[in-house]
């Protein structure tokens, strides 16, 4: 490799591991902020906050490449043109495209480890991520007692402390309604103190409550008579013992969540694609069989007359009894149910081929996530040479102008791919191939040494025209 090759793929690699860990960091922070009101206050720890960011962040990369590439590849090139390096290569001989080949092969390389990454890491990273948030939701939050308001948070009961003494779980004034039996506040425990703690490694909790007395209504029926008394019991201690089983983030068997597309390479997509439309294909074809008996004298699928009935012109030859209202009535009866009957059949076949173009989405989206990667190249590289700014302030702008312009071309066409409304393929490749057009103009202005996207183009073409008008 030459030196020069060397020195180019030097000056893209720093930026875009930068850019790539901004970029990441940015849509991992967007993406947990959906969650965030189901992870705060649950007492999870460090470890598992670390283990679902680790398996997102695997579920982001694949998003995150195609930004990355765009913005580093401005940058670098921008750089380097902003710093003459680009005229000095040229002046040299050797020409913008072979300039760019050294990144260019490594981008290439990139996007195939992005395809074998996201047709396999990324389906393992789903499994786990999904799995585990599905645990965390399941995870009561944390016990939080607060002076002066009810914690209902534990099975069976609402308890009321008005004032803790200290950090280890004395406390003063208690309160307990204990629903665990049945019944509206049958049995009410006042205590002058008490201490609670977690005993059996955390799996319980108790609580020691200390010169009290307890209530309890011995009504059993929905109605009170007058034999019917409340009795209370006065107690210098008395011990509550509580499960806290609910409490505890219990894992899932991660084999629940498997069936999910997002969960699956290509080739578990691809069978359960082919799965679905042959089911589908196979519903349409029994469609005429199935609604045939709604039919009284015609065929549903030929049109033929049944039970033998022949028409010659516009009379039957048989004797038909009069029509009147019992005729009417049941004809538009039967032709109210034909109406739901094919209506509901067709609902389940729309539904069949939605969740078949789904999984088919999801085949096609690891092909055109991962050649995102070479065309947000083809857009950066040339455009960096051409318009000869660096850092972080014109590149900026411009990579996130085309990175939402992808975005938006890419949930339009995956929206009408699952619609049935275009190919699944053409839906998926629509961005790319959109796209793509564009960064080879921008390569071939570049290469020419075009001024046709340059600021000073624009500037000396608009004073001509105001000196034309004058």
Do not use: C
């Not at 047709?119 to 948030?133: D, E, G, H, Q, R």
């Not at 092909?367 to 850092?391: N, W």
């Not at 009408?416 to 490749?429: D, K, N, S």
């Amino acid at each position: 490799m030459k030196k020069l090759d060397k020195l180019i793929i030097r000056s893209f690699f720093g930026p875009f591991i930068l850019t790539f860990a901004v970029v990441e960091f940015i849509l991992l922070t967007q993406y947990m902020l959906k969650y965030l009101d189901e992870l705060v206050g649950k007492d999870l720890g460090a470890s598992i906050f670390g283990e679902l960011l680790f398996y997102f962040s695997l579920n982001m990369a694949p998003v995150a490449l195609p930004l990355a590439v765009l913005l580093s590849s401005l940058m670098t090139f921008g750089t380097m043109g902003e710093h003459h390096e680009l005229t000095a290569i040229k002046t040299s001989g050797i020409n913008l495209t072979r300039i760019l080949l050294p990144v260019f092969l490594l981008v290439s390389a990139l996007t195939v480890g992005a395809f074998f990454f996201n047709n396999v890491m990324v389906p393992k990273a789903n499994l786990k991520a999904y799995s585990l948030l599905w645990d965390i939701r399941q995870k009561k939050p944390a016990m939080n007692f607060k002076e002066g308001a009810f914690y209902n948070g534990l099975p069976g009961l609402s308890i009321k402390i008005n004032k803790k003494v200290n950090d280890e779980g004395a406390m003063k004034d208690i309160m307990i309604y204990d629903h665990s039996k049945g019944g509206a506040n049958s049995r009410v425990i006042l205590a002058d103190s008490g201490r609670m703690y977690t005993d059996f490694n955390d799996a319980y909790l108790v609580m020691e409550l200390y010169d009290g007395n307890t209530y309890v209504d011995d009504q059993t029926s929905g109605m009170r008579n007058s034999n019917e008394q409340f009795i209370r019991q006065e107690f210098d201690e008395s011990k509550i013992i509580v499960s806290l089983a609910s409490f505890n983030l219990d894992r899932t068997r991660e084999e629940l969540f498997s069936d999910n597309k997002m969960m699956k390479n290509i080739k578990q997509l691809n069978v359960v694609t082919d799965s679905l439309r042959n089911y589908a294909g196979r519903e349409k074809k029994l469609y005429a069989p199935n609604v045939d008996p709604f039919f009284m004298y015609f065929k549903a699928d030929t049109g033929d007359v049944k039970n033998g009935l022949r028409f010659k012109g516009q009379v039957v030859e048989k004797e038909l009894p009069a029509i009147n209202a019992d005729v009417m009535a049941m004809a538009t009866n039967k032709a109210r149910n034909i109406k739901s009957f094919t209506s509901s059949y067709l609902e389940r076949i729309n539904n069949t081929m939605r969740d078949a173009n789904n999984y088919e989405i999801e085949i096609w989206r690891k092909y055109t996530q991962s050649v995102a990667i070479l065309v947000m190249f083809l857009i950066g590289a040339p455009l960096g040479a051409i318009i000869k700014k660096g850092g972080l302030g014109v590149p900026v702008i411009i990579s996130i102008v085309f990175f939402i312009l992808m975005y938006v071309l890419a949930i339009l066409g995956e929206k009408w791919a699952r619609e049935g409304l275009v190919p699944v393929g053409a839906g998926m490749w629509g961005a790319n191939l959109i796209l793509l057009p564009i960064g080879l103009f921008f390569l071939y202005q570049a290469r020419n040494d075009s001024s046709l996207l340059e600021m000073d183009f624009w500037r000396k073409l608009m004073a001509r025209m105001r000196r034309n008008k004058l």
